[in-house]
């Protein structure tokens, strides 16, 4: 039989994880790297980064734009609190592509502008 969580605990499951976002004097932030952990750009958290979840969903707040890129090619990204402890890691791909997080090209040039428009975590059921 598999496990399946009430709402109730997909909720404080996915609350749980991107509180830890939060943990320090400051805000996280969402970086997006290279497969050997490379940033390629940074992105800044509001503090809170997350609302409340619903339904097993936390929505992120604002999040500021890095507007000078490292730059490099995009595989996945990874959230820090901010003390730089990581929190997850996720797949990213381009648009379509059925990654964690989707972007519109993996390819950014040292100075572009990275933004993210919009970002949810999900707890599943199962």
């Given at each position: 039989?598999?496990?399946?969580?009430?709402?109730?605990?997909?909720?404080?499951?996915?609350?749980?994880?991107?509180?830890?976002?939060?943990?320090?004097?400051?805000?996280?932030?969402?970086?997006?790297?290279?497969?050997?952990?490379?940033?390629?750009a940074?992105?800044?958290?509001?503090?809170?980064?997350f609302?409340?979840?619903?339904?097993?969903?936390?929505?992120?707040?604002?999040?500021?734009?890095?507007?000078?890129?490292?730059?490099?090619?995009?595989?996945?990204?990874?959230?820090?609190?901010?003390?730089?402890?990581?929190?997850?890691?996720?797949?990213?791909?381009?648009?379509?592509?059925?990654?964690?997080?989707?972007?519109?090209?993996?390819?950014?040039?040292?100075?572009?502008?990275?933004?993210?428009?919009?970002?949810t975590?999900?707890m599943?059921?199962?």
């Open positions: 039989m598999a496990v399946t969580l009430e709402t109730s605990a997909r909720n404080a499951a996915c609350d749980g994880v991107v509180d830890l976002v939060d943990a320090g004097a400051g805000a996280g932030t969402l970086q997006f790297e290279t497969g050997a952990d490379v940033e390629v940074t992105c800044t958290f509001s503090d809170p980064a609302g409340a979840a619903a339904t097993g969903t936390a929505t992120a707040s604002a999040i500021t734009d890095d507007t000078s890129a490292t730059g490099g090619t995009v595989a996945q990204a990874s959230f820090y609190d901010s003390n730089t402890a990581k929190v997850l890691e996720c797949s990213v791909t381009a648009t379509g592509g059925g990654g964690d997080i989707e972007i519109s090209s993996l390819t950014v040039g040292a100075g572009d502008t990275v933004s993210v428009s919009s970002l975590v999900t599943p059921a199962t």
